[in-house]
């Protein structure tokens, strides 16, 4: 779900972003703070951007039908109206 690229980004900074002191203990470090991130990051309720890119297109879709419905809608009312008076 995550992007391990990114995991390792936000590492970087945050290890760049430490005091010297902290940074002696190294890879140890780097390697702590990428499982807090990932263990913290996979409680949010979040979706892949696959997922969110799914949804769009949906939605997208679903707004197309909506207008040519309701396109339709008005000319049935016209015709309606026409027929009424």
Do not use: Y
């Not at 949906?58 to 039908?65: A, H, P, Q, S």
């Amino acid at each position: 779900m995550f992007n391990p690229q990114k995991l390792e980004e936000i590492a970087k900074q945050v290890s760049d972003a430490m005091p010297e002191g902290v940074k002696s203990f190294g890879t140890e470090v780097d390697r702590k703070i990428k499982q807090v991130l990932q263990s913290q990051l996979g409680k949010l309720d979040m979706v892949s951007r696959e997922e969110f890119d799914v949804q769009t297109q949906v939605l997208l879709r679903t707004r197309e039908k909506l207008n040519e419905m309701e396109e339709k809608f008005a000319q049935l009312e016209a015709k309606l109206d026409d027929k009424s008076k």
